[in-house]
């Protein structure tokens, strides 16, 4: 007869805490590793290997393991101490899944239509650690189009750094947030005028916060062109960046920007309104 309750060290492991997990179609282990991010909480944020070995009911080596992959995937920082809190994998993705819910829905349809009107590729994106992730896609009709060798779609993701959208979202964090991010990145270059300073990021940042506006002179790839404006949500939070991007067979840079940067700008803040955005309630304020 198959065995169907567990031991009563089995008992207390996460992976038998919900009934269904225990079918062979879940993982465990995945389960276990969950468990583990879920003993940080805002009353505890800062764990030992005895603590959450503890609280999981989980052996000490067992949990050392599962601790070390989770550090070493970024969803867990170890401090001089050697205890643990939560990294700032866990914190993005958090902010990536709340930026984005109904964030396509609501933005779709202007996607599309500024797309008709300017002929040129539209997209949209959040922020995920260093990289930029896109939600949402209206590519361009024109057979240009074909010039560029990227053809990203929504989930595809892309450094922050060397993409207009990116400069965008790195700009409006705080300074703080800012610099952890920066100093994350290797800024590997990717094309003729990617930046590799970092420096001269932070300082092309400064300037992108400023004008709410940001560009990509081949940065990304050679022969591409982008501009980025931000999207901001009832906070005032710029929860997301959109684009325009183009060949430069297409059109000039300086075309990009005084021809089509105005209905780019008109567009983000239509989608901020929606997103329940006002700007006559905004206050500039220190940041923090």
């Known amino acids: 007869m198959p065995k169907t309750k567990p031991s009563r060290e089995a008992a207390q492991d996460p992976a038998w805490s919900v009934p269904s997990l225990r ?9 276990r590793g969950l468990a583990i991010l879920g003993c940080f909480t805002p009353a505890q944020p800062v764990l030992g290997i005895s603590d959450i070995a503890d ?4 052996s000490r080596s067992t949990t050392h393991r599962y601790v070390t992959t989770l550090v070493a995937l970024g969803y867990l920082e170890q401090d001089a101490q050697r205890k643990y809190r939560l990294g700032l994998r866990v914190t ?17 349809p202007y996607l599309k239509e500024l797309r008709e009107r300017t002929s040129y590729t539209v997209s949209l994106a959040v922020l995920d650690g260093t990289e930029i992730l896109y939600v ?4 361009s009709f024109r057979r240009e189009q074909s ?11 892309l450094p922050a750094h060397c993409t207009a959208m990116g400069k965008i979202l790195l700009a409006f964090l705080p300074e703080s947030e800012q610099r952890e991010r920066i100093a994350q990145m290797t800024l590997a270059k990717k094309a003729p005028n ?3 300073s970092k420096s001269a990021l932070t300082v092309e940042l400064e300037q992108v916060r400023e004008e709410a506006f940001a560009v990509n002179d081949q940065e990304l790839l050679a022969e591409l062109y982008a501009i980025a404006a931000p ?3 009832h906070a005032h939070e710029t929860v997301a960046a959109l ?13 990009l920007v005084d021809a089509l940067g105005p209905h780019l700008i008109a567009t983000a803040d239509r989608i901020s309104q929606r997103l329940g955005y006002r700007r006559a309630d905004e206050a500039s304020g220190p940041r923090s």
């Open 23 to 31: 079918e062979p179609r879940y993982s465990q282990s995945l389960a």
């Open 55 to 58: 609280e999981l009911g989980m």
């Open 92 to 108: 993005d993705l958090g902010m990536s899944a709340l930026n984005s819910m109904g964030l396509r829905e609501h933005a779709h």
């Open 136 to 139: 949402d896609r209206a590519k």
């Open 147 to 157: 010039k560029i060798e990227l053809d990203p779609n929504p989930g595809s993701r």
């Open 194 to 196: 990617t930046i590799t």
């Open 231 to 233: 999207v901001r949500d």
């Open 243 to 255: 684009s325009l991007s183009a060949h430069s067979s297409m059109i000039s840079l300086e075309g």
